[in-house]
Each structure stands twice: as structure tokens, then as C-alpha cells.
């Protein structure tokens, strides 16, 4: 089983940009797909990016797709999200997310979540 823990997170500017980290544990990264899901309060949990195990194809959602870039570093056991020009409305709880696959990972089929670290932007 593996053991995830963001970092990372704090308050921003909308414009400003913000790199978030998640470690990972117990397991090698290399095993799963890894990714990014977000919940702003009131809100449903949203698919943010995933990249796979060992080409690294990414895949993002619709409302971060060209401001978000997702990587890994599989010998270090560590996935990235680096976030630009955040907007107010990307104020949420960033939990990080592995999955045996893109599929499952982007259907919330997770096999080990994050606990999360909260993102705040301001205007």
C-alpha cells in the first residue's frame, strides 16, 4: 500500500502561480498512474491532471487544460503539479491520487488518496 502526502499548497494571487508536490511511500510510484483531484466546498471532487506510469502521457481536465502541467519523478517517488495563472475559482483541497491505470484514475477508480492540501486564491 502506498502512503501519499501533499505539499505545497497556501494562498496565492489569481495570476500567480503555485508548484504542489505529493511523495509518495510504502510502494514506488512507478507501480501506478498518478494524479491530481480537487474539492472546493459545496462542490463535487474534480479530475485536475494524470500521468501515466512510465511514458508519462498527461491528461487534464477541461478547466485547468493549458494553465496546469503535471510530472513525476519515479526515482524520486514525488508527482508535481506546477499551477499558473490560477484564477478564484481554482480554490480548493488538492488531494493526490494513484491508480493501476489513466482510465480508472480519471473515472476516481483510486487505489490510495492524499489527504490533501488546501489552495486559496485571492484577488
Known amino acids: 500500500q502506498v502512503h501519499l502526502v501533499e505539499s505545497g499548497g497556501g494562498l496565492v494571487q489569481a495570476g500567480g502561480s503555485l508548484r504542489l508536490s505529493c511523495a509518495a511511500s510504502?510502494?514506488?510510484?512507478?507501480?501506478?498512474?498518478m494524479g491530481w483531484y480537487r474539492q472546493a466546498p459545496g462542490k463535487e471532487r474534480e479530475f485536475v491532471a494524470g500521468i501515466t506510469r512510465s511514458d508519462f502521457v498527461t491528461q487534464y481536465g477541461n478547466s485547468v487544460n493549458g494553465r496546469f502541467t503535471i510530472s513525476r519523478d519515479n526515482a524520486r517517488d514525488t508527482v508535481f503539479l506546477q499551477m499558473n495563472n490560477v484564477k478564484l475559482e481554482d480554490t480548493a483541497v488538492y488531494s493526490c491520487a494513484s491508480a493501476m491505470n489513466m482510465e480508472r484514475l480519471t473515472k476516481g477508480v483510486v487505489a490510495c488518496w492524499g489527504k490533501g492540501t488546501q489552495v486559496t486564491v485571492s484577488s
Open positions: 510504502g510502494r514506488t510510484l512507478s507501480t501506478y498512474a
